[in-house]
């Protein structure tokens, strides 16, 4: 195979990555390259090579499944530092790409800085954050985004995207839409001193007398309860996205199944949780193989140990088919699943 890669590159040039353990789904795949960035020195000196070839840069690799080799290089997310400063109102946050999201979760509400606890324990780097709008609990990141740094792999500088240039969405964004033209570096986030606390989600209701630190805690309990740990069982979080549709065939739909759970949306539209809609089909605690659907949340495939790529496809299409074909709903996945030359779909 030719290589134009910067020399440094050379030692891995023979042989191929391994990335199981680069994946918390834990499927067993290689790549061809493999590097680490831990300065911004270190990104601009692979930068031109970028354009030239497939990469991909990967934080924890909590909300991608390599479903065969790369053909191309990995970047690892090793960037690291926080800045914080603050004025009357707000405390603002400068933090690097690589940094942990539960680590900065976990910080800011020791420090007495307020607004990301619904978002504790979601696995994954601070970078990846506003590339999906991580959300969970009633609260999604783009609530507390400023801004976010990036290198633009076309031109090769740094570029700079304000929070509307972000055109954030539900688990989506213009980072997720055009895959592989920059890599963020940092996310300022801006930090309201008079957050108002969020609790009106499931298990947060139920709180007496709310503050952050219970809230916090809530979060955690409620999500160690349903989602499994990725380093006991291989999964990626919610496998499929919540699909909205709209509210004529939300209300079709209802007549056939009265329990149908269902959130509004804007637009006047109606969320539907896939999870339901996947364990009225009866998938909850099947397996392929030794992929499953998770016995205790229908929504989050799991890898039970040696589990095979194909057998995750096989019970992701069988999973989507049978939703279309029952309810008439499209599924999405939510995860990014990774062939041989970037992204595939299912
Ligand atoms: N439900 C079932 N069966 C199940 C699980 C859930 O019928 O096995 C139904 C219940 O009616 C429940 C509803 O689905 O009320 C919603 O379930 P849950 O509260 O567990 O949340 P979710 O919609 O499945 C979303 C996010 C999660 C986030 C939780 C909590 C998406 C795709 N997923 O899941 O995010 O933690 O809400 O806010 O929006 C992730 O993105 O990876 C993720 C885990």
């Given at each position: 195979m030719g290589n134009n890669w910067p020399t440094h590159f050379t030692e891995v040039i023979d042989t191929v990555h391994p990335l199981t353990s680069l994946h918390?789904?834990?499927?067993e795949a290689y790549s061809d390259y493999f590097t680490t960035i831990d300065s911004l020195d270190s990104l601009l000196e692979i930068a031109s090579s970028l354009s030239e070839k497939p990469y991909l840069l990967l934080g924890?690799?909590?909300?991608?499944?390599?479903v065969d080799d790369f053909e191309g290089m990995i970047v690892k997310n090793a960037l690291k530092g926080i800045h914080i400063s603050e004025d009357d109102d707000y405390f603002h946050l400068n933090v690097?790409?690589?940094?942990?999201w539960h680590d900065l979760v976990c910080l800011c509400t020791e420090k007495g800085i307020y607004g990301f606890e619904n978002l504790?324990?979601?696995?994954?780097t601070v970078g990846a954050s506003p590339i999906q709008n991580i959300g969970a609990y009633g609260v999604e990141i783009e609530k507390f985004v400023h801004s976010v740094e990036f290198l633009d792999i076309t031109t090769q500088m740094m570029g700079y995207f304000n929070k509307k240039e972000c055109e954030f969405a539900y688990r989506d964004s213009r980072f997720k839409r055009e895959p592989g033209k920059r890599v963020i570096t940092s996310v300022n986030f801006a930090m309201p001193k008079n957050n108002l606390l969020v609790t009106s989600y499931g298990p947060l209701a139920e709180l007496n007398n709310p503050n952050p630190r219970s809230v916090f805690d809530a979060v955690i309990a409620a999500r160690n309860t349903k989602l499994p740990d990725p380093h006991v069982l291989g999964n990626a979080g919610s496998f499929f996205k919540n699909p909205t549709i709209g509210r004529l065939t939300f209300e079709e739909l209802k007549l056939r199944f009265p329990e149908l759970p269902h959130y509004n949306a804007p637009e006047g539209k109606v969320k539907i949780p896939a999870a339901w809609l996947i364990d009225q089909l009866g998938f909850?605690?099947?397996?392929?193989g030794d992929i499953g659907c998770h016995e205790h949340q229908a929504l989050v495939l799991v890898n039970h140990g040696g589990g095979k790529a194909e057998d995750l496809l096989r019970l992701a299409r069988d999973i989507k088919s049978h939703v279309l074909a029952t309810f008439g709903i499209k599924l999405e996945n939510e995860v990014r699943l990774m062939g041989k030359q970037g992204k595939v779909d299912l």
């Open positions: 918390t789904f834990g499927l924890d690799g909590s909300n991608t499944i390599f690097a790409s690589g940094e942990n504790a324990l979601i696995p994954g909850k605690g099947s397996r392929v």
